[in-house]
């Protein structure tokens, strides 16, 4: 099994999402440059995702965070690149916010 490792960025929130997100139990800090960042993983969370998870076939979760994506046995790229479009469109559809993938280096 391939680990592709943390996936997303934490994303930059307003200063209303970041009320809300708190309200709601998010984890969300503030940057040294004044704004606000909410926690990925407890986003993807409350849409569903958990650890060992599967996405698409062959993409899951990592059994350890669910941010963090592996690659088993029918795995490919097309499939690891859908996993990573539909969490995001979850995570706007429930939340509003909107999570950005970690660019990938060959």
Not at 45 to 66: D, H, K, N, Q
Request: hydrophobic share 35%.
């Amino acid at each position: 099994m391939l680990v592709a490792g943390s996936c997303f960025f934490n994303p930059v929130v307003t200063d209303h999402e970041a009320e809300r997100l708190r309200m709601a139990g998010a984890p969300v800090h503030r940057t040294p440059e004044g704004t606000y960042r909410a926690s990925a993983g407890w986003l993807l969370e409350l849409c569903g995702y958990a650890p060992g998870r599967e996405i698409t076939p062959g993409v899951r979760c990592s059994s350890r965070r669910t941010l963090t994506l592996t690659a088993g046995p029918g795995a490919t790229a097309k499939e690891f690149q859908y996993a990573l479009t539909s969490m995001v469109a979850n995570v706007r559809a429930r939340t509003g916010v909107t999570l950005t993938p970690e660019p990938v280096c060959p």
